[in-house]
């Protein structure tokens, strides 16, 4: 590629001297490219005097093909720069549902009306996401399920976790205590869908609210 950009640019000055200027290159490394794409092509470029340069037949034919794409290709990136200013485009997102609730919903209005040519694609999954081969751009989970190589940033502050009980309940059982004294209630459990495991009430903090389980399998 950067042989037949340095190509057109030859075409374009008709000089060496004045290609080489544009490219940042020295004249004598300019002409050694140029034999060696022809050499590759096998097939003369370019037709060379002591006082001039100009493109051959076949290179009038390789111009026709290689302007439009460059112009096509620099029009991409004026348009890829665009980007830098202005936000574009879709953001996918995967989350579950407390963070979609609580994160994201009371942001997103204010989002979307200050960037009206962004898109927001919000998948809602209880289960672990390779964020990566499904190609989102984010993904929200629990704080000790971030994997090691993520780059994680919090969004939300800890939530307390509640456990409640029915007063019929209680008049039957004793009020526990302390978290530990929910193994001996027959609670309501979340199972979580990626590891297997039963949802713990006694983990003291999480971003988001389970109701209280049986801790039969510790989460992680």
Known sequence: MNDL??????????????AASRLGMSPSALSHAMRSLEERLGVRLLAR????VSATEAGERLLRILRPAFEDIGAGLAALGELR?????AVRITTFRHAAASVLWPVLPGLLA??????????????????????????IRWGGKVARD?????????IRMAVVGAPAYFA?????????????????????????G???SGSS????????????????
């Not at 200013?85 to 485009?89: H, I, Q, S, T, Y």
């Not at 898109?119 to 390779?130: A, H, K, M, N, Q």
């Not at 993520?150 to 800890?158: L, Q």
């Open 205 to 220: 903090k999480r971003t988001g609210r389970h109701c209280g389980s049986r801790p039969t399998v510790p989460s992680s």
């Open 49 to 52: 005097t002591t006082r001039s």
């Open 85 to 89: 200013d202005k936000p574009a485009g």
């Open 150 to 158: 993520m780059v994680a940033v919090r969004v939300s502050p800890d």
């Open 114 to 139: 200050a960037h009206p040519d962004v898109r927001v694609e919000i998948s809602i999954d209880e289960g672990l996401t390779d964020i990566v081969e499904s190609r989102f751009d984010a993904g």
């Open 172 to 196: 039957r059982h004793p009020v526990p205590g302390s978290p530990r004294d929910l193994t001996r209630h027959p609670c309501i459990n979340y199972r979580m869908k990626t590891g297997g």
């Open 5 to 18: 950009a340095a190509f057109v640019a030859v075409a374009d000055e008709r000089s060496f001297t004045r």
């Open 198 to 200: 039963l949802y713990m």
